[in-house]
Structure formats: structure tokens, C-alpha cells
């Protein structure tokens, strides 16, 4: 969703302010802009609708010379998508820029009756509000501590004035803040990602929280503006993480090194010898373990289905579990109540979705326990959770989502596997799985390279349809529901994923050969079943695709492409992988912006 940058320091500001917006372009956004303020204090405002490319042309006309400014990829909520809607926006002497929604602009606009508002924006407003408060004698940060008093919703901002040409000020509430400390040089972000290169030490600031930041120092202060202690911290990862590599796109990037991040999913968790899996840093004591009678797993979009899928493995696990998976824009906002013994999985890749952070707040106000799945270190869910653990997939910048999937649904199963230990769980079954999971790594690898080629040809075949369903019964179930989201997202075809058994019961209407069907289909004890659902789309003129990991059984159907895996219970995570490969062609076919496909965001930090 929309990104913030900030700098001040030594270099020219322009230039390290549209750096750092190019590391947030992953995020999705529909215009850009940056301020920045020259050595005469003199401000310079560059705005652009479409890609970072376009800002730099409108820079490259009348450069900026200064070393301070701010910078933002806007996704657009209040306003359309105009050069005159992006941020930043100025009203007298504050320029802001600005992540979140202000629920109440609408109240605080007829307050503020005689501005004179350029765009539709709630963004100006909260300028217009800075800048009333923002009178003769008012230092910014008290300008700015008591507009936000004023404000409801949520806010990351980054706000400086020519009066104040020593420091940028920034603060949030519920949209995430980043301050990298450099040498001589401070630089702003709304996402750790955008400061590697500059600096790898780091403020995170809390909600509630604003900081002043000037060359030499950051000061913290809350609301009231007491001083608070700020530690900064390491930024994990690197540079390269966030480069293409060597591939022609992130997805695909991300996709074929699915084998290497999840070996860092599994580092020292699974013991393939003893056949046992442990997940550290759930804070839960072996007591709690124990009794343990309940898990609810809350996600958005493949984070939910990643919890689908680990859901049907800890019900095989854990003999005296109930487990439920919600999706969290749903759950925040019903009558749930939580059984005493139980504990929330909050499931996110970015760490920042709204929903699953306000479900995480209802949660613990509930008194139950919970622990983050979480990819992006440092992020807010992960800040606020009981205890959890990272998925280390790395950096995902591509906006669909493939290889935390996988890491989700890993770091889940090991979690399942240290509770069904304590609760006198299968035990063959636990050393099955953690067999499998040693050989997972290899056997993406051999998955993604066999069949690359073959998939780009089905693509090929298939990029002309309009319209497609998936199916899958039991642990294929969840990946065809993943499998449609990754095609529609990406591709912009019309997909839908249901429970092959649903077919006959509705979908099975939509049937003709203007469809493609996919069937991931499991050799297990539901193969005949599967193979009857696909006989009936056969029949109904259908065309077919199939996913499969039986290698020895006849299946009839357009398109086949067999898994040859020893893996049996993890081989869903598989028919995923030849999935995703599957939406990146057809998304490339179809000559869509296959990394930041239309009107989405990477990470959905707003209702
Ligand atoms: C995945 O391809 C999607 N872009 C989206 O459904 C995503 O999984 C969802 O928004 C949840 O994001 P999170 O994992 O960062 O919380």
C-alpha cells in the first residue's frame, strides 16, 4: 500500500528519496511524488500519476538541489488517482506526507472552512489541521502532537516546514514507521526494505509514537511529548535480497527460490533423525503445550489459505485439537468467543495487514495468547504478538504472494508437530512429516526446474481463456483456492477454487469450453473421487488440466503434468508450486505487470 520515504543529511535529497521509493514500488501503488527543501529553504513540490519513471522525468526537468525532503507511492483511497491527489501536500508552511485513512476528515474539514482544499484528499486535511495549530512561537512537533490528538484512524506521517529546516517530523498510529540512523544522515521509511544501502541501524517507532529527526539525532517522544528511550536495531537482510537477480521478474524470482528460503524456514527445526519438529520462540510453557485444546488461525488472502491448509495437517496431528481458520476482515468484527486452552495464530507476510493486526488486538482483549506467523522482521504484528516465530522467507516484493505461502504453511506444521508431541500424538505420522519436511527443499527444486518448460507451454495454451476453476478435495483443497487466487491476481483471468465435492452442488453450471478447469488431484484415498469430479467436467465438454502426484494411474484430461516425488502428505505444497509457475506465464502472456499487478497492494494496511 502507499509508502513513505524521508531524508535528511549530506546527499542530495532527491536522489536517495526516489531510490527509496523504488524499494517500496513492490508495495502497489498509482501516483508518486516528493518535497524537498533547498538551501534557501525554498520548497520544491514533484508529483506524477503512474510508475516512479514518471516522477523522475517531472524531476529530471527541474531538479532539486536540497538535502532534506520527503517522498510517497500513493494508493489511492480518498480521491482518484491525479497528480493532484498525490502527496505530499502542503497547506502553509507544512508538508506532509501521509500513510492510513482519517476517519473523521470529513468533520475536521467544516472545521476548517476557510482552506482552500486542492484535492479530495483526507491527507490535506490533516495538513490544513497541522497548520492551524502550527501558529507563531508553536515548534512543529507540538503542532503536529496536537493535531493528531484530534485525529481518528490510523497514520504514519512525515511532516517538515521551511521554519524548521533542521529536522523532519514524523509519527504513527497503526500504519508502520521506520527511521534509519546513518552517519550524519537520517532516512525515513514505512518499510525497512527502503534504507538498506544507507544504513542498517534502525528505529522502529511505536504506535502513539513521534520523532524528530535531524541529521545528528532522532528524538522520541509521545503524544504529550515526553521523552521516551529509543534503541535502535539491526535491519536484517541485504541488498541483493531485494534485486531481481538475474530473472526477468520478482515473481519468478521468488517462485524458484522457494528450495533456499525454506531451508532457512527449517534451520534448526526438524530433526529428521529423532523424527521431531520444533518451533522456538512460542513462549508457551510446556504446561500450556499440554493442555492446549484449541487453535484459531487468522490470515487475509493466501496468508488464510496457508492456514487452511496447515489446519487439515494439525487435525491428522493433534488428536484432542479443535482448530478453526478465519479470515481476519470477517473474525475482527464477530461475536467470537475463545475457549478457555486456547491460542491464535495471526498469519501475515508483511506484518502490516490491518484486518489480521485488528484481529490480533481483539484477540488479546480476550486474554488469549498469540503467536505470530510473520515473514517481515520488525513488523507491527510481530511486535505485538505473545510469542511466535519468523518464517525467513525473505524479502517478498513481488505483490502475489508464493514463497511465504510455503514457509506459512511449513512453520505451522512444525508448530503442530511440537504440540502433537506433548499431547501423544501419532508418532509415525510426526517422523513422517518431518521426513518429508527434510526433503521438501530438493523436491521444489526438482518440481519447479522439470516442469518449468512444460507449464509455459500450458500457459501458452491457456492464456486465451477468460475464465477458470479450480478443484481439489482435502489438502488439495486449500491449493486450488490458492491456486485461483494466484491466477486472478496476476493474470487477470476469472478464477474461482472450490472443494472439488462442491462441483455438482453449483459451480458445475459454468461448465463449457469457454472454461478451464485445474484439478490438483492427490494420489491418496480420495484419487477415485477426484478422478469423478473430473469425468463429470469431461464430460460436459470441459477443458482439463491436472495436477497430480500419481504417476502409475490413467487420468483422463487435456493437460496433465505428474509430480514424480517420493513426498505423499507435503506433495500439495508441490501442486502449489506448479501453480504459481503457472499464473507467472500466464500473467507474462498476457503482458501484465506481472510484479505489481492492477489495483493491488503488497501489503494492505488499510481496511
Ligand atoms: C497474496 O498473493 C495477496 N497479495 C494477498 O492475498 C495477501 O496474501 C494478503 O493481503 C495478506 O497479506 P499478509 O500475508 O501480508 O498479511
Redesign the pocket.
Known amino acids: 500500500m502507499c509508502g513513505i520515504v524521508g531524508y535528511i543529511g549530506k546527499k542530495t535529497a532527491q536522489d536517495v528519496l526516489l531510490t527509496s521509493l523504488k524499494r517500496l514500488e513492490y508495495r502497489g501503488y498509482d501516483s508518486a511524488g516528493i518535497a524537498t527543501l533547498d538551501d534557501d529553504n525554498q520548497p520544491q513540490l514533484a508529483r506524477a500519476v503512474g510508475k516512479i519513471s514518471e516522477l523522475e522525468q517531472v524531476v529530471q526537468q527541474a531538479p532539486h538541489a536540497g538535502h532534506l525532503g520527503i517522498g510517497h507511492t500513493r494508493w489511492a483511497t480518498h480521491g482518484g488517482v491525479t497528480t493532484v491527489n498525490a502527496h505530499p501536500h502542503h497547506v502553509g508552511d507544512i508538508w506532509l506526507v501521509h500513510n492510513g485513512i482519517i476517519e473523521n476528515y470529513k468533520d475536521l474539514k467544516a472545521e476548517l472552512s476557510d482552506v482552500d482544499f486542492a484535492s479530495d484528499t483526507d491527507t490535506e486535511v490533516l495538513a490544513a489541521l497541522i497548520n492551524r495549530e502550527y501558529t507563531a512561537g508553536v515548534k512543529l512537533q507540538d503542532a503536529l502532537a496536537k493535531a493528531l490528538k484530534r485525529v481518528r484512524g490510523t497514520y504514519g506521517v512525515a511532516v517538515f516546514s521551511p521554519r524548521e529546516p533542521e529536522h523532519i517530523v514524523v509519527a504513527r498510529l497503526g500504519s508502520p514507521l521506520v527511521i534509519g540512523v546513518g552517519q550524519g544522515e537520517t532516512i525515513i521509511a514505512s518499510d525497512a526494505s527502503a534504507l538498506l544501502g544507507y544504513t542498517r541501524e534502525a528505529i522502529y517507532l511505536n504506535d502513539g509514537e513521534l520523532a524528530v529527526c535531524s541529521r545528528d539525532n532522532v528524538d522520541v517522544f509521545n503524544l504529550n511529548l515526553q521523552h521516551l528511550n529509543a534503541h535502535a536495531e539491526t535491519i536484517q537482510g541485504d541488498l541483493a535480497q531485494i534485486q531481481k537477480g538475474g530473472y526477468d521478474h520478482f515473481l519468478l524470482k521468488e517462485i524458484m527460490e522457494q528450495a533456499n528460503t525454506l531451508q532457512n524456514t527449517l534451520s534448526g527445526r526438524i530433526d529428521p533423525q529423532a523424527g521431531t519438529m520444533r518451533l522456538g520462540g512460542t513462549n508457551l510453557s510446556p504446561q500450556e503445550l499440554k493442555t492446549l485444546r484449541h487453535i484459531v488461525i487468522v490470515?487475509?488472502?493466501?496468508?488464510?489459505y496457508a492456514g487452511l491448509l496447515a489446519s487439515y495437517y494439525m487435525e491428522q496431528l493433534i488428536p484432542d485439537i479443535t482448530v478453526e481458520v478465519v479470515i481476519a476482515s470477517e473474525y475482527r468484527y464477530r461475536s467470537f468467543h475463545l475457549p478457555a486452552h486456547s491460542v491464535a495464530l495471526i498469519?501475515?507476510?508483511?506484518?502490516?495487514?490491518a484486518d489480521?493486526l485488528a484481529c490480533l488486538r481483539e484477540i488479546k482483549k480476550r486474554g488469549t495468547k498469540t503467536l505470530g506467523i510473520v515473514?517481515?522482521v520488525g513488523s507491527t504484528?510481530a511486535r505485538e504478538v505473545d510469542g511466535g516465530t519468523y518464517v525467513h522467507a525473505g524479502p517478498e516484493i513481488s505483490?502475489?504472494?508464493?514463497k511465504?505461502f510455503t514457509a506459512?504453511v511449513v512453520a505451522m506444521l512444525m508448530f503442530a508437530g511440537m504440540v502433537a508431541e506433548s499431547h501423544g500424538g501419532n508418532k509415525a505420522l510426526i517422523s513422517e512429516l518431518t521426513q518429508e519436511l527434510a526433503m521438501l527443499p530438493a523436491e521444489i527444486d526438482n518440481t519447479l526446474k522439470t516442469h518449468q518448460q512444460t507449464i509455459e507451454q500450458l500457459a501458452k495454451k491457456y492464456a486465451k481463456f477468460d475464465d477458470a476453476l479450480y478443484l481439489g478435495r482435502d489438502t488439495a483443497y486449500p491449493v486450488a483456492l490458492e491456486g485461483a487466487?494466484?491466477l486472478k491476481?496476476v493474470s487477470y483471468l476469472h478464477a474461482e477454487g472450490y472443494a472439488s465435492g462442491e462441483l455438482k452442488h453449483g459451480p458445475i453450471a459454468l461448465v463449457d469450453e469457454t472454461f478451464f478447469e485445474v484439478f490438483d488431484i492427490l494420489d491418496n484415498w480420495l484419487f477415485e473421487k477426484s478422478i469423478g469430479g473430473l469425468h463429470e467436467v469431461r464430460a460436459r465438454g470441459g477443458k482439463t488440466i491436472v495436477f497430480t502426484n500419481a504417476t502409475d494411474k490413467d487420468i483422463e484430461a487435456d493437460d496433465i503434468v505428474r509430480l514424480n516425488t517420493p513426498i505423499k502428505h507435503l506433495a500439495p505444497l508441490l501442486l502449489n508450486n506448479l501453480q504459481q509457475l503457472f499464473a507467472y506465464y500466464v500473467a507474462v502472456q498476457r503482458g501484465n505487470d506481472v510484479d505489481q499487478p492492477r489495483n493491488?497492494a503488497?501489503?494492505?494496511t488499510v481496511e
Not at 299 to 304: D, L, P, R, V
Not at 347 to 353: A, F, K
Not at 399 to 402: E, N, Q, R
Request: net charge neutral.
Open positions: 490470515g487475509c488472502g493466501t496468508a488464510y498469519v501475515s507476510q508483511s506484518g502490516e495487514t489480521t515473514n517481515v504484528i505483490v502475489a504472494s508464493t511465504a506459512q487466487l494466484k491476481e493491488l503488497k501489503s494492505v
